[in-house]
């Protein structure tokens, strides 16, 4: 599968943003989809997840009740909603794919990646 990350920019703190992340190749609805994002000089890291069947989700502890990831399997797509936007959320988002697994917040476990959309955050 191949996935192209977008939706990224320049918001100001308490801001929104929305990501999608659109998918080709195989069948998306057969995937967990996972965000990550990786601020300079940081590792990697998880932000959200939703899995292939029946929808359940995995959030990090900093963006619940601010983020929201859905998908829509018939535009093979997965959204990231952004709320309240802070500073900290600066970072390129990247999306990630693997097939017919539990939701996971480990970048290895995650087979397929997208180039990754930068969101800054200013205060």
């Known amino acids: 599968v191949q996935l192209q990350a977008f939706g990224g920019g320049l918001v100001q703190a308490g801001g929104s943003l929305r990501l999608s992340c659109a998918a080709s190749g195989r069948t998306f609805s057969e995937y967990t989809m996972g965000w990550f994002r990786q601020a300079p000089g940081k590792e990697r890291e998880f932000v959200a997840a939703i899995s292939w069947s029946r929808g359940m989700t995995l959030y990090t502890d900093s963006v619940k009740g601010r983020f929201t990831i859905s998908r829509d399997n018939a535009k093979n797509t997965m959204y990231l909603e952004m709320n309240t936007l802070k500073p900290e959320d600066t970072a390129v988002y990247y999306c990630?794919?693997?097939?017919?697994?539990?939701?996971?917040?480990?970048?290895?476990?995650?087979?397929?990646w997208g180039q990754g959309t930068q969101v800054t955050v200013s205060s």
């Open positions: 990630a794919a693997r097939w017919r697994t539990t939701v996971t917040s480990t970048p290895g476990s995650y087979d397929y």
